[in-house]
């Protein structure tokens, strides 16, 4: 087999012991970079490829450790004693983030190899065994990093792990099945299938925005012709795609493809201090979180299509 273990991917962090990202306990590997920026991401710090600096004002106590740390002389003390970074001169290194004594400063994103993450992984395998687990890459998008999630999702079952990835599915085909070919299921955001909501949430010009549509369709129905599991995933978002058209849009796909399950997951805010640590404008800090209940009229719809829904997570 091919040594892959010294290649390298952008990760911004890894989590242990979730339980809503696929069967069983599951450690998850989120890599940064994203072709699309969803209002309601819960992960801003995934959009970028690079390394960031993320600013936590409010742990901030302007006590000015971090300026002379700087290296680039990207901090410094406003005219109303205020600590302020200007972000065009930052470089990430890092510096100012060990030296400040209040945890108001961090860096995501981290260069790790596959040998590393392996490391990593192989301490969580009891808790895998015990439970059914296994591991998900998440992101981001983590197709943007396809040569990084095969090498990942090869050696995890080179150690018998049982492997998930979370994707949105806007890539082209070879990045996709480069992720998907040593993945046992594939959860898949879809954010909605009705065309003019989802040109709402890609670039370009019309034309441009709904061939990307076919895109994510056209490797979802690609998984399902080599057999592969597929889960479809939707974030329910007031005023995006919280309607019957949605919904049915996904359950009659679902049923095209050979999908049997759709999980309906709330808009909820965990991701709002994260916008505001990168500086980032945050749309949807007035649209509160949706209650669960209000999604059983919808898990009702895809249930009486003889689907499976869950709702939460
Ligand atoms: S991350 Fe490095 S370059 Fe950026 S503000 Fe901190 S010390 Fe300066
Ligand atoms: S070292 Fe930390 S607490 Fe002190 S000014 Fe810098 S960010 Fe604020």
Redesign the pocket.
């Known amino acids: 087999m091919e040594d892959t273990t010294k290649l390298t991917g952008m990760v911004f962090n890894v989590e242990r012991y979730r339980i809503h990202d696929g069967s069983g306990i599951r450690t998850s590997l989120f890599l940064k970079g994203c072709d699309m920026a969803c209002p309601w991401c819960s992960n801003p710090e995934s959009q970028r490829s690079e390394k960031e600096l993320g600013?936590h004002r409010n742990?901030?106590?302007?006590?000015?450790?971090?300026?002379g740390a700087c290296p680039q002389q990207a901090?410094s003390r406003a005219a109303d004693g205020t600590?302020t970074t200007d972000r065009a001169l930052c470089a990430a290194c890092g510096a100012?983030v060990h030296?400040?004594?209040?945890e108001?400063?961090e860096i995501y994103g981290e260069i790790m190899t596959v040998g590393e993450v392996m490391d990593g992984l192989k301490k969580d395998m009891a808790f895998f065994m015990r439970s059914g687990g296994g591991v998900t890459v998440s992101g981001g998008e983590p197709a943007l990093q396809a040569d990084f999630v095969r090498a990942v999702m090869r050696e995890c079952k080179s150690e018998c792990m049982d492997t998930a990835l979370e994707t949105c599915g806007l890539a082209n085909w070879d990045a996709m099945w480069k992720c998907c070919e040593y993945c046992d299921e594939i959860l898949f955001d879809v954010k909605t299938l009705v065309p003019v909501q989802f040109s709402r949430l890609t670039a370009g010009g019309i034309d441009t925005r709904l061939k990307a549509l076919e895109v994510v369709k056209n490797n979802i129905r690609a998984l399902r012709a080599r057999d592969k599991t597929v889960i479809f995933r939707c974030v329910i978002v007031p005023g995006f795609n919280d309607d019957a058209a949605h919904i049915k849009r996904t359950a009659d796909f679902a049923e095209e493809t050979g999908v049997r399950q759709i999980d309906l997951l709330p808009f909820h805010q965990y991701g709002k201090h994260k916008y505001a640590s990168l500086r980032m404008d945050y749309t949807l800090k007035d649209v509160a979180a949706l209650p669960e209940e209000l999604l059983e009229p919808f898990q009702k719809q895809i249930e009486q299509r003889g689907l499976t829904c869950t709702v939460g997570g």
């Open positions: 600013v742990l901030c106590k302007n006590c000015g450790a971090c300026i901090v600590v100012c030296i400040c004594p209040h108001a400063r």
